[in-house]
Structure formats: structure tokens, C-alpha cells
């Protein structure tokens, strides 16, 4: 450690400024500006480098925190994205996606700001990207033997560059028209540029991964016919599958699905031409329902859409803004948070829900809210505090059920769990001889942390699977739980 009282001597966290609010909601591009070095690298030296790092131990990636934040400390980028590489295929993605247990569990936490971990990440990542680090890693010699990898997210992508790492012959199959799963049309582009997927895209496919795009398993071609093709199969299929509300007036037009609203507005930030299922809140006064990350992607887009008005409801009451005694260190607590996109406008409310809504000649013009509290475990209104909010625009940020249940899972012999997850093994096979589920369609909607240690664990099951033993590395296991109180 260049300064082991390096954690004493900079008490304060510092991260990097947001582009100013004004200037943000012009365009669609990331709102954090790069770090400066010097403040990186005194960040990055407030690590204390502790015998037991619980930093490492909440990543479901297992990352080697402590030596990347020596390594950047001392100013030895090169060899920091070496060591980052070894546990994360992508550090770019969590770099700038992910919520950070680590810094949760940070042992600085207890008395002090934790270390700023994700941004120790993101850096590293970037300035190996501009560097020119990030090359492709081509197999010495293949194994002969041939992968199907159904799905583009990260748990379908770091599952593919594995493998192909390994030697076997991947082709990742993707429905969407792009490769790239909820990264590709779900994250709004002001928190990831897609032209970071892309350049990551660039060196799997320089190190042999095979992409096909537009091309809907179980449909296009059916499981049997990819069985016949292939050794084995990765499904990484995703939690797409979305909640539904069952309310009066839930019929009325002007009220979507957060992935009914958010791929098309993706695909204008990135350039592409207006779909025709393009949902524009200019003007529109604009209503969330769901208190979560994505009803917050939803906020960021509204008000970047020109939005008259936004407003969240959130059924759970505001959090606390320290852990409380119930969710002690290391656990994720849930306390108050404000994303980049609360800070640009709009209204939150909590203790909020629907009780219905309300419309004019089909169309949605409102909706009737009521403060609720938990009473016996069930969310309860309370008497008098109706209200009604205009509202043109309602969209549904409620969660995801788990992953589509489609012709696929006949074909392949899938089986469900109670919460329509894909069943398969702590070593992720599923009953199907040489059929595996990584990621969200066996876990259930998760992170991108989990989607990337669940493919690199599954590839290294696969791998084991081909070739009767396996040198690639397995993270988790499917069945291991998130470090939450
Ligand atoms: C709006 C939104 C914002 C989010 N923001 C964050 C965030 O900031 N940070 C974070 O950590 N997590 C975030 N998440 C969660 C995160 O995106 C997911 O946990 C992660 O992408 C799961 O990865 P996956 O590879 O399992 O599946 P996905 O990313 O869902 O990819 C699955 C892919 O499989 C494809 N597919 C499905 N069926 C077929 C088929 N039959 N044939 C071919 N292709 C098929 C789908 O089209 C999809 O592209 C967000 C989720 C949403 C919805
Ligand atoms: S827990 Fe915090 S201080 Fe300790 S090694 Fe990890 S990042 Fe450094």
C-alpha cells in the first residue's frame, strides 16, 4: 500500500461531477464526467487492504477489490485491469450499471463514507479501453466442439466468451434485432452508452463468438433442431416476463409496461428512426407506478422527452437515509436513495397505491391514489387520504414474474420452479442431458453483478461437461443467495 493510513488521512468520498441537469436533459449521452486522476488515485487509497475483505466477499464475481484499489493507488492501471479481468469479463458494465454491494459491505463502511469501489472499476475499465488493453483473447487451438448460447444478455455473453476462450466453437442466438439483452434496449443510454456493449462486442467477435441477431429460438428454429447442432446449450433467456396490475380502467389507452416504453425510446437516443410503437411524453403529465430502478429509467426518459409533468409512486414509505438497526454492516440495506434521474425533476411519492384510473373517451386522464401502511403484513389504505393525479401517460414499473414460458421449454424439457424460474442444478444443467440455464431465467430478475458470475460458472459447467474436466473458474453457484439482511 503506498499509504496504509491512507484511510485516515482522506476521510471524504469523492466521485466524479454529473453533467450539469439542464445540459443532461438535452441529450441521451451518460451523465457522469471522468474522474480526475489524482482524486482517483487518493480514493483508491483509502483502502485499508483488510485481511478479510468483505468487499470481495459480497461481489457475486469474487472481484479482488483490495489489489485492484493498491494497484490503482500506486498508478499501475495495466496491471489493475489484469487482475480486474480475472473475475469480470465486462467491469465496464458493472462499472457503471451496477448498485454495489461491495460498498455496502465495505469494512470502512462501519465508521466512515465507504471506499468508492465502482468507480475504482469504471476507471480502470475506461483508461483500458482508450489505452488499447482490451484485445481480443483468441483460443490457441479448438476443441472441436460446438456451444448454442440462446439469449445476448450478460450472463448469455459472459457464458460465450468463455467458452469461446476455451477453445469450443459459440453462437449466441439473439431475437431481439441486436445482440446485447436488456443492455442493448432495456438500461437507458444516459446510464450506459451503447457504444460501450459495442466495443466490447467487437472483441468477442474478433476472438471467434459467433452472433446471430434476429433469430427466435423455439420459433425460427426449435430446440430439437439446435440439440441436433450443438454439444451443448447455455439458455439465458431473462426474467422478461412482466407484472400486470389488475385494477378498474387498466384497459384504457395511454397506459403501458416499462418495456413497452423503454426499448423504442432507446432506439432513438442511439439514432435509430422513430418505431411506430415510439411512446412520447412530450407534454404528457407522466405517472410511474413502482418505486424501483426501473421505474426510475423510466423518470430519466420522461423528463428527457419533455415531460409537462413525472411523478413516482412508491407503494413501500420513504427508506431512511442511514442502515437501520435491522439491516446491520456488511447487509445491503435499503435505505433512500436518489438516482441521477430523481435529481433532474419530477415528484416522488411513497406510501402511494393505485386504487384505480381514471379516463375520458378511452383514454387514460388519471389516477386514484391512497396512502397505504402495512397492517398485519398487508398493505392497508388509510381512511381520508385519497387522491387523484392527472395523468395522460401511466406507466408500470412493477417487476418482472420470470423468465417467458414459450415453445422453447417443451423443446428443450425445461422444467419450472414455483416462481416460473428454469429449474436446473447448483452446477446449472438442467435435466435435458447438455441443456444449461444461466442468469435471470434461472434466478429470477436479478442484476448484471449476477447475470456475469452465473455465465462464467455456467461456462466452466459446460465446459466441464464437453470435456470431462475444466481449468475456467465458477464464481457462484446457482443456488447462492445475495448477501441482504
Ligand atoms: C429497465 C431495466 C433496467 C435495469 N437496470 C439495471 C441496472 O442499472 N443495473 C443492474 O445491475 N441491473 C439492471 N437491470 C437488470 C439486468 O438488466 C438483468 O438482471 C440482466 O440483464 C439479466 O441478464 P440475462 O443475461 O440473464 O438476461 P437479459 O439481459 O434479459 O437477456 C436475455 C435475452 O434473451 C433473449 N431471448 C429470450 N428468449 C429468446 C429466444 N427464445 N430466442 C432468442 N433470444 C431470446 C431476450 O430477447 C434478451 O435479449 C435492469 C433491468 C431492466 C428491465
Ligand atoms: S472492505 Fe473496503 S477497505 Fe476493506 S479491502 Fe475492501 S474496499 Fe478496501
Redesign the pocket.
Known amino acids: 500500500m503506498v499509504d496504509p493510513r491512507g484511510f485516515l488521512t482522506v476521510r471524504e468520498r469523492e466521485l466524479p461531477p454529473r453533467r450539469p441537469v439542464p445540459l443532461r436533459l438535452m441529450d441521451w449521452r451518460e451523465v457522469y464526467e471522468t474522474q480526475d486522476r489524482a482524486q482517483l488515485k487518493r480514493q483508491a487509497g483509502r483502502c485499508m487492504d483488510c485481511g478479510i475483505p468483505f468487499c470481495h466477499n459480497a461481489c457475486p464475481l469474487g472481484n479482488l477489490i483490495p489489489e485492484w484499489n493498491d494497484l490503482v493507488s500506486r498508478g499501475d492501471m495495466r496491471e489493475a485491469i489484469e487482475r480486474l479481468h480475472a473475475t469480470n469479463n465486462f467491469p465496464e458494465f ?1 462499472g457503471k ?3 454495489a454491494p461491495c460498498e455496502s459491505a465495505c469494512v470502512l463502511g462501519i465508521n466512515q463514507p465507504p471506499v468508492t469501489i465502482k468507480q475504482v472499476e469504471v476507471m480502470i475499465a475506461e483508461n483500458a479501453a482508450d489505452s488499447g488493453w482490451i484485445t481480443p483473447q483468441v483460443p490457441e487451438r479448438l476443441t472441436g466442439k460446438t456451444v448454442a448460447v ?8 459472459a457464458a460465450a466468451q468463455q467458452l469461446t476462450r476455451s477453445g469450443h466453437t459459440v453462437a449466441v ?4 434485432d441486436k445482440i ?5 434496449y ?3 443510454e444516459f ?2 452508452e451503447r457504444s460501450v456493449l459495442d466495443r466490447r462486442l467487437a472483441q468477442m467477435e474478433a476472438e471467434g463468438t459467433r452472433f446471430r441477431a434476429g ?5 425460427d428454429i426449435t430446440g430439437e433442431q439446435l440439440r441436433d447442432r450443438y454439444d451443448a446449450i447455455v439458455v ?5 416476463q412482466w407484472r400486470e396490475v389488475d385494477l378498474p380502467g387498466r384497459d384504457l389507452a395511454g397506459i403501458h409496461q ?2 413497452e416504453y ?1 426499448p423504442p425510446t432507446n432506439r432513438i437516443a442511439v439514432g435509430e428512426e422513430r418505431p411506430a410503437d415510439y411512446i412520447d411524453a412530450h407534454g404528457l403529465d407522466v405517472v410511474i407506478i413502482g418505486g424501483g ?2 421505474g426510475s ?1 423510466c423518470y430519466g426518459t420522461a423528463l428527457r422527452q419533455g415531460a409537462k409533468s413525472v411523478t413516482q409512486l412508491d407503494i413501500y414509505p420513504m427508506g431512511p437515509q442511514e442502515r437501520a438497526e435491522t439491516e446491520p454492516w456488511p447487509t445491503m440495506p435499503k435505505v433512500f436513495s436518489v438516482s441521477s434521474s430523481h435529481e433532474e425533476g419530477g415528484e416522488r411519492k411513497f406510501s402511494a397505491s393505485t386504487q384505480a384510473f381514471i379516463g375520458e373517451d378511452g383514454k387514460v386522464t388519471g389516477l386514484r391514489i391512497v396512502e397505504v401502511r402495512k397492517v398485519d403484513g398487508v398493505w392497508t389504505p388509510v381512511e381520508g387520504t385519497e387522491q387523484d393525479l392527472p395523468a395522460q401517460l401511466v406507466l408500470l ?1 412493477i417487476g ?1 414474474s420470470g ?2 414460458h ?1 415453445d ?1 421449454v417443451g423443446q428443450l424439457g425445461l422444467q419450472a420452479d414455483a416462481r416460473t424460474r428454469f429449474t436446473r442444478t447448483p452446477g446449472y444443467a438442467t435435466s435435458t442431458p447438455g441443456v444449461f440455464v ?4 434461472g ?1 429470477g ?7 456475469i458470475a ?2 462464467r460458472a455456467c461456462a466452466a459447467s459446460v465446459d466441464e461437461f464437453l470435456m470431462g474436466d475444466t481449468a475456467l473458474p465458477s464464481p457462484i453457484r446457482a443456488d447462492a443467495v445475495p448477501l441482504t439482511a
Open positions: 458493472t450499471l451496477c448498485p440462446i439469449g445476448s444478455g450478460p450472463a448469455g455473453l442466438y439473439e431475437r431481439d446485447g439483452g436488456l443492455m442493448r432495456g438500461i437507458p446510464k450506459m433469430v427466435n429460438i423455439g420459433v439465458a433467456t431473462g426474467a422478461t416499462a418495456m423503454l430502478d426501473t429509467d414499473a418482472f423468465p417467458e414459450g422453447l444461466a442468469g435471470d431465467a434466478r430478475q436479478s442484476l448484471i453483478v449476477w447475470a452465473e455465465g
